[in-house]
């Protein structure tokens, strides 16, 4: 039989590999049907493709190079050698993704099953070589995947500083040389990072808890975030601020899943000793402080005598008494003892320990008299720490000899039985020797409480020290309220995005637009910003006070008449507030009449944006509830430029739309955009042909307008100014605009009234009567001063004499006779709509009368031409017209004759 790598079914354990490989070894009948059997299959193939892998001698391949399996597994993403859309990246960087995560899978089942079977424990750490793009390499920015296991984490909870301690020391020694080795690989190939944009600075995390809790409930992969090397050290040392884990425990009723249970863990080192159960270490000795007395120091020096020789009566009299590791005890006294040392004096990571159940009572001894440091020691961070770390004596460090050689040179190191060079040299090793050695080099340690206990100085006043027991229990409640406040904030944020997407659902609007409605603490502050200081305001209407006579070329800015505001000083606050609500005033009145616009940019960048969102919320739903959906975001109309969208979460559902609706997913979406647009323009085809009239009348007003402009001043290059009517165009070229047929002076794109009222516009514009006349400077002047004064002298409310059109705003004086013929209700009806006839018949013949004038008692052309269309109606139906001539008019009908004309326009 030929060998695995020269068989038919070898491929390489990359994803290229694995799709290979299961095109060759499908899915066998016997397993259709059984859920979740596709991921286990795959699982089971990238297991034969990857046997043997850690034998194959190829680790040193391209030792200063990505590894050959690298390079191919990086190119199934965006750096693909041939030519590829975008949408293919995008699929093969997912496979990428699913892939990693199928290897992770099969790894901690691997490791669980070996824990389980063999009764042991295991430890997996992980980090990726790739890192985030946009964030920096610095330590507290990885994240190293590790596996733990649950059933020891929740018998040993203390045993989760260790846990902290373990990945720290990954994450920086060697998570973060491989980060920096796989970047010098990435630049030397010429791969460009996957993001673009500068890399900004992230905020470092704090208050990281010692063990995370993981993806899933029932999930054993943990994800620990770096920290800044040295402040877990300072974490663990800070007694008013416990750190908080994650402990494991079962949940009621529910076999397949665990609750991990955010839980403050007061660091009482007592405790951790005897939930270890693990023998002290010998590398440190146990010293029993009880029967030690004060040193007798020198007057005047601040370091202790050293006494030229040792007598027996004092070593009977104050032993130091060292327990060995062998657990005998060594008695050894110097002539000036140790000081007496209370248990209120120990550091903080210094606790007491039990002695072994297997000591006799003379080895032991009190068991509240003994003391020991837990290895490794943390740096002391502060001038007291490390004073106080001095009454533990570290034989490692301090000793170059055995317990029994110092015993020995202690008990008999008298002058005439010991060299004096020797003497001098061994002296100075003893434990007793250094307590005032790091008094050297260090300034004001007369300050600190180790110091001035060693000088004879009176103690410090300071206030009551609480006992361990108190301390714990003030640690946990405060951690308590820390954590109640944390669980009421995590609950309103809940609360706001269920709310969010509640109302995304109901107003079809995306959840960003309601989250940032309800974050308003951002939004105050810009509004606070944007609020028009009183100094802006002033300026504003000293500007406006002077260049409002001026044209544009004359007109003063912004530096000039800052220089002439002089008296603004002497504006009280009272003045300066009523500037500031006057400019808002008018703020506010110019802003009314905007209407808003979202451009073709804008609804792209909303549409990809809210796919994005949607995206994600999807994919964590797969990670937390191994849920699958398919998502396909096509636009229905032509109005902006957006690609068809589709999402999977699973290379199965593509598969499925494949096999099912024989169809690529994108060539799927790309059909239902062709449907969904040709839908659409079918069903608003009348309400498309509605504003493509309504934006054609517009063109013609404005089109007219400025020909109009044209022809009056013989200025090819004027242009009409609706915003600054009075100084762009009355006051350059000497002219006014008279029959504006509109009651809103603006510019047309935003006028109101509907289709009828822009086509009466129009006509009044392209036949005639609404246009352009001259004016000399002396009207000029007067309109100005009425314009001071607070006149309105908008086109539609100038009179002009030569023209028989009477404004829309202003009413003809009602007649005192009845007309000659009584129309009934539905020709009435009719002529009040704004069709071709009806406005024909109503404005070819206006009534015009003057002001101050008796009204007229003879009939109007109006009410003739209304009597001599009413006979075409009326003649119809006249008992309808001597019913309704009885009653109120009800609302008008719309005739069959207008829809006709209606759809003909359209």
Known sequence: MPPWAESSLYQPPTVAGLNKLVDLCPTPNLFRGVQDIQQRWNAALIMVAAFGIHEDGTHLDNITDFHPHTVDHYRTGKTVPKPSSKGEKIKNWRGRLDFIESIHSSIHDLITLLDRLTGGISVFLHHPGAHDPTASTDVHNLRAHAYMNPRFLHRHPYSHVHVAELVQLFVEHFAYPNV??????????????????????????????????????????????????????????????????????????????????????????????????????????????????????????????????????????????????????????????????????????????????????????????????????????????????????????????????????TRHGLSDTVHPECWRCLAN???????????????????????????????????????????????????????????????????????????????????????????????????????????????FFRAREENIALISSDKSDLAQVIRQAHDYGGLTTEQRELVRDEFARIKRAAQKGKTSYITPRARAAEANASFSAIVDELTGLKHRLNTHALVILVRGSLDFTMQPKVFTTDEAVDKFITVNFRKDPMELGGKLEGVMVNATKKSNYSKEGYRAQVKMCTANIRSSITSALILVTHDASAGMSYSRYEENVVRRYNVKLVGWEHEDWRNPGVLR??????????????????????????????????????????????????????????????????????????????????????????????????????????????????????????????????????????????????????????
């Not at 992230?202 to 208050?207: C, F, L, M």
């Not at 301390?471 to 269920?498: F, G, I, P």
């Not at 007309?819 to 709509?833: G, I, T």
């Not at 070819?844 to 009368?849: A, G, L, M, N, R």
Request: proline fraction near 12%.
């Open 180 to 409: 920096t080795d796989f970047n010098e690989a990435r630049h030397a190939k010429g791969w460009g990072s996957m993001a673009s944009g500068s890399k900004e600075p992230h905020p470092i995390p704090t208050n990281l808890p010692l063990v995370p809790s993981p993806a899933s409930p029932h999930a054993t992969e943990l994800i620990f975030q770096g920290r800044v090397p040295g402040s877990l050290a300072e974490a663990l040392a800070d007694p008013d601020c416990p750190p908080v884990t994650h402990i494991p425990t079962p949940t009621p009723g529910q076999t397949e899943f665990l609750r991990w249970k955010l839980t403050p863990l007061p660091l009482g080192l007592n405790d951790m000793l005897s939930s270890y159960g693990a023998p002290p270490s010998p590398e440190f000795i146990r010293i029993d402080l009880e029967e030690v007395s004060r040193p007798s120091l020198d007057k005047g020096k601040g370091v202790q005598r050293a006494a030229p020789e040792f007598e027996e009566a004092t070593t009977s009299a104050h032993p130091l008494r060292c327990s060995s590791p062998a657990g005998r005890t060594i008695s050894s006294a110097p002539s000036s003892p140790l000081p007496h040392i209370s248990r209120s004096d120990i550091p903080s990571h210094v606790a007491p320990a039990h002695a072994p159940a297997n000591a006799s009572p003379g080895q032991a001894g009190p068991s509240h008299g003994q003391f020991a440091m837990i290895p490794p020691t943390p740096t002391p961070s502060t001038l007291d720490e490390l004073m106080g770390s001095l009454n533990i004596v570290d034989r490692s460090a301090l000793i170059s000899f055995g317990e029994h050689t110092e015993a020995m040179v």
């Open 429 to 539: 090793f003893l434990p007793y020797k250094w307590e005032g050695a790091p008094c050297k080099g260090f300034k004001n340690l007369s300050q600190t409480t180790h110091v001035r206990r060693l000088l004879g100085l009176p103690r410090k006043s300071r206030r009551n020290c609480l006992t361990p027991s108190q301390q714990a229990l003030v640690n946990a409640t405060r951690a308590t309220k820390r954590l109640s406040l944390d669980h009421d904030v995590c609950n309103v944020l809940e609360y706001l995005d269920n709310t969010a997407t509640d109302l995304a659902i109901k107003h079809r609007r995306s959840r960003r637009f309601f989250l940032e409605r309800f974050y308003m603490g951002s939004t105050l502050r810009r509004r606070r910003t944007r609020k028009t200081s009183a100094w802006s305001a002033f300026t």
């Open 753 to 906: 009234g509907g289709k009828a009222a822009l086509e009466r516009l129009a006509d009044a514009v392209e036949q005639g009567r609404c246009h352009f006349v001259e004016i000399d400077d002396t009207e000029v002047e007067e309109r100005r001063q009425k314009i001071l004064a607070g006149v309105s002298l908008t086109p539609n409310c100038d009179f002009d004499p030569t023209s028989p059109w009477t404004p829309t705003n202003s009413l003809a004086p009602p007649s005192t006779s009845p007309p000659l013929a009584q129309p009934d209700a539905s020709s009435e009806a009719e002529a009040a709509q704004p069709d071709d006839t009806s406005s024909d018949a109503q404005t070819d013949s206006p009534v015009h009368t003057a002001p101050g004038s008796a009204p007229e008692t003879a009939p109007s052309a109006s009410d003739a031409a209304r009597s001599s269309a009413a006979p075409s109606t009326s003649l119809k139906r006249p008992a309808a017209a001597q019913a309704e001539s009885a009653t109120p008019a009800k609302r008008p009908r719309i005739s069959k004759r207008k829809k006709k004309d209606n759809v003909a326009r359209s």
